[in-house]
């Protein structure tokens, strides 16, 4: 890949950047939002489970180190502009990118890359900030290996993502009802990443059933990679299913951008 | 008054038509919130299974609590949804029609129409909340008159919180999730505050009223609050609608009608 190639991407990522910089004040109140959330989430949690005890197969500084890894991979995973693709089909702008020779891919790409910099930034100063304000029993992992399978994992979650907002983004060229879809996906995901509780915690069979939906490789298989516990089977079992859910959510997509091609009037230009 | 209630009529019609127009639309928002709702009860309920009790209350207690916020949540997003379009008629200028017309503006901006789509979750939120009063059991008739009377402050709480968005909306256009910001400090209530710890339970009470408006209705049912907490309750609501009044006049003046 020539570094030409790459430049005008970078500075799409930059741009991004730049702009949530212009915007100061409206960032800083999404990441207090961010923070609120996280903390009726750690209270929540705090109350369930006593200090000395195991609740729902948890103790207490488990759950805690869960939540607050959470937040992190939430920051690096969800933090995405792509629900704007729906929009700009709907509205025909996606017209300017046809014209123009860049990749509508890419652009999102280094769209999500500029805002997920932004926010791993400020989740790193908050998450710091809370740990030395709350002083929560927070566990580090010692073996680097689990380390590695957890960023593996956590780089497959942002492509999963990636992949599932973009297709939502796509109803674009069929409907001008693009929010509705989206919300139901978010409620979804929101329970079933595991973002507010790790998903485990489930009577048997539903847990089951989850794991073979791509939700749990967004937030909740990441997070135990890195905690330490999973056993091989099911590290190997996680892994496999993520590649499956890549595989199909892209092979969907570029039969579902073609399709759309083909429908897109450029209506509203 | 009839004046008024005939332009939020006339208005609530229209807000109707518009969230109408795409029927598949209207449908999936209300499986979305049907779906929230069930999840998070399921998960009070798997917790409290294991648990017995959270912070003190028991299971059908912690739904009554979680029941309660979502009343208030609900009516306040059904009767003030137009301050969700506040940000973008300021950055465009549009609040210039709202000015100019022989309707207070701050009316306009509040109660510019009903949402349609949260009615049958507020009605069915309503059963369910009886349903789960009925479980809690020993409630008196003087808790159930504290109760209604600490909602209506939770309502009063809620307006106030709204015109102060409009206000920021106003001061300072940089912001477009003012409303969004207020929707999360909320959802802090959504369990009981006791499960907070201080400083942030007292923050969360009495700097930032989301205890009083979304704990203390049940608290008061349960006979878990005191007088003095209940007359100090309806004074912050107070205090805290005409502040936001106040405010409300403080911002208009700072508005330049930029874009129009």
């Known amino acids: 890949m020539k570094w030409a190639a790459v430049k005008p991407y970078l500075q799409v990522a930059k741009n991004t950047w730049n702009n949530a910089l212009t915007y100061r004040i409206n960032v800083l109140l999404w990441r207090f939002r961010m923070v609120l959330q996280l903390l009726a989430t750690y209270f929540l949690w705090l109350a369930v489970i006593p200090a000395n005890k195991t609740v729902l197969g948890y103790s207490q500084s488990a759950m805690l180190t869960y939540v607050l890894a959470s937040a992190v991979i939430s920051a690096i995973v969800f933090s995405s502009l792509v629900g704007a693709v729906g929009e700009e089909i709907n509205k025909g702008d996606l017209s300017n990118y046809l014209l123009k020779p860049v990749n509508y891919f890419a652009y999102w790409l280094a769209r999500d890359a500029g805002d997920k910099a932004m926010n791993i930034c400020f989740a790193v100063v908050e998450i710091t900030l809370i740990i030395l304000i709350l002083r929560p029993p927070v566990f580090l992992q010692a073996n680097l290996l689990y380390v590695f399978l957890s960023i593996v994992s956590v780089v497959m979650a942002i492509l999963l993502y990636f992949l599932m907002n973009f297709l939502l983004g796509l109803i674009g060229f069929w409907s001008s009802e693009v929010w509705a879809p989206r919300f139901i996906f978010f409620t979804i995901y929101a329970f079933f990443s595991g973002g507010i509780f790790p998903l485990d915690i489930l009577p048997k069979p539903f847990f089951i059933f989850f794991q073979i939906l791509p939700f749990p490789y967004l937030l909740y298989f990441p997070i135990k990679l890195y905690l330490g516990q999973l056993s091989i089977l099911e590290i190997i079992l996680g892994f496999l299913a993520s590649g499956i859910w890549l595989f199909l959510l892209f092979k969907f997509l570029q039969w579902g951008w073609q399709k759309g091609l083909k429908q897109y009037t450029a209506q509203g230009r | 008054m009839k004046k008024y209630l005939k332009v939020w009529w006339l208005l609530t019609i229209k807000g109707t038509q518009i969230a109408l127009s795409s029927r598949m639309g209207a449908i999936l928002f209300l499986i979305g919130k049907l779906l929230r709702l069930s999840f998070f009860v399921s998960l009070i309920v798997l917790i409290a299974a294991r648990t017995n009790v959270i912070a003190g209350y028991t299971l ?136 907070y710890k201080e400083p942030l339970r007292g923050l969360i009470t009495f700097i930032v009223p989301v205890g009083i408006m979304m704990t203390f209705p049940v608290k008061a049912l349960l006979g878990l609050l005191s007088w003095w907490i209940i007359i100090l309750s309806l004074a912050i609501g107070i205090v805290l609608f005409l502040l936001s009044l106040w405010f409300w006049k403080y911002a208009l003046r700072f508005y330049t009608s930029a874009s129009s």
């Open chain 2, 60 to 195: 059908w207690q912690m739904i009554f609590f979680y029941l309660t916020f979502n009343v208030i949540d609900t009516l306040a997003q059904l009767l003030l949804r137009e301050v969700y379009e506040f940000h973008y008629n300021i950055t465009s200028g549009y609040f210039d029609n709202y000015i100019v017309k022989p309707v207070a503006p701050l009316f306009r901006a509040l109660f510019g129409g009903s949402d349609i789509l949260d009615v049958p979750i507020f009605l069915l939120l309503i059963i369910a909340t009886i349903f789960a009063a009925f479980h809690i059991g020993h409630i008196s008739f003087l808790g159930i008159i504290l109760y209604f009377l600490l909602l209506i402050n939770s309502m009063l709480i809620a307006l106030a919180f709204h015109i102060g968005v409009l206000c920021l909306g106003i001061l300072t256009t940089e912001i477009d999730n003012a409303i969004m910001f207020y929707r999360d400090l909320t959802q802090m209530g959504r369990m009981p505050i006791d499960i």
